[in-house]
């Protein structure tokens, strides 16, 4: 029996290089594999937490994330892609889930407690946002994943998800499936920093190279990246524990030889910023490639991504609905099934 995989992506805007290195390049490398069962969703609901005056912003990137995911090799004959909104049992999975919670549990995750200050909620945190964890346990519950890969920000976010489905089976008996994360084995494809040097990259920073930009801004962003400061002159040593550059480097170069000849000689002195740069920019590129190509096929023919949603809903709420019918009966909420 194959185990189960579920991921998604907020669509509040289109993904980037950290989207791709921290989760969708390894999704794609297990759904190769032929071992998973695997369902990929636009997390429209999650997005509306913090967006809710701003919806249009939801609606112009729901299809936009399903795209870039089919862009990078995802197969929808492989892969069940589906829209979070279109599958109501998980806003009813989550009001059930949401009594299971402490407010002051969900107000200590690391997560959540760092999204709150990037976007200065303070006390006026919407409660949707607050309870996203509950959200995503509705999400990966659902389908009984058993898998869920992610960066390593949301690791606190999975770790509330297991309680969640502890505390749901120590009251009711047992019926969830708890789910373990999946992190990248590259460190530095964890977190990729911003192109700035700020600590996460990040659509609200505007410190993204995006799966979606073309080569002419991918080279702009490229060769304006921080690096390290202290290396003036091309004789300086440098620094490349904390350099944006060499952390891009060690997250998608290919060559590892030459990537660690660079960073030595980088680290000894004698090599200038421009020409890591140049050499970021080529192994960016061959990645983005043939990304881009793919996605062009997407934009022209919207009615197939239309599609492939729409039927990819469609079963995932199938299977969503078992695992409802299965909560409502161990809670006690099924009466007037005779």
Do not use: W
Not at 35 to 41: A, G, H, N, S
Not at 161 to 182: A, H, Q, S, W
Request: hydrophobic share 30%; with cysteine.
């Amino acid at each position: 029996m194959k185990e189960i995989v579920v991921t998604g992506d907020r669509p509040t805007g289109k993904l980037h290089l950290g989207h791709y290195v921290g989760s969708l390049r390894k999704r794609v490398e297990m759904m190769e594999s032929g071992k998973y069962e695997m369902y990929v969703f636009s997390a429209d609901m999650q997005g509306l937490t913090d967006n809710a005056k701003n919806t249009d912003k939801i609606k112009e990137n729901v299809f936009e994330v399903i795209k870039d995911n089919l862009s990078v090799g995802i197969d929808p004959e492989r892969v069940t892609l589906f829209v979070q909104s279109g599958v109501p049992e998980l806003t009813e999975l989550t009001t059930y889930y949401l009594n299971l919670v402490t407010l002051s549990r969900l107000k200590r995750n690391p997560t959540i407690k760092e999204e709150i200050k990037l976007r200065g909620f303070e006390e006026s945190v919407p409660v949707g946002f607050l309870t996203y964890p509950i959200s995503q346990a509705a999400d990966i519950t659902a389908f009984n994943a058993t898998l869920v890969p992610v960066g390593e920000d949301q690791i606190p976010i999975l770790e509330q998800v297991c309680e969640i489905v502890d505390t749901f089976n120590k009251t009711y008996g047992e019926t969830l499936v708890r789910p373990k994360y999946v992190l990248p084995e590259n460190k530095n494809s964890r977190r990729l920093p911003g192109i700035d040097g700020k600590a996460k990259m990040s659509k609200s920073m505007n410190n993204c190279i995006y799966l979606s930009d073309d080569t002419e801004t991918v080279r702009k962003k490229v060769m304006s990246m921080y690096t390290d400061p202290n290396h003036i002159k091309v004789t300086d040593p440098g620094n490349t524990e904390n350099n944006p550059v060499f952390i891009y480097l060690d997250a998608f170069c290919k060559d590892r030889e030459k990537y660690e000849s660079l960073k030595n000689q980088y680290e000894k002195g004698g090599l200038g910023d421009k020409v890591v740069k140049e050499y970021l920019f080529e192994v960016i590129e061959e990645t983005l490639k043939p990304i881009r190509e793919k996605r062009k096929y997407y934009d022209a023919h919207p009615e197939i991504v239309e599609e492939i949603v729409k039927e990819g809903t469609k079963k995932a709420r199938t299977k969503a609905q078992e695992t409802l019918q299965k909560v409502r009966e161990k809670i006690g909420v099924e009466y007037f099934n005779n």
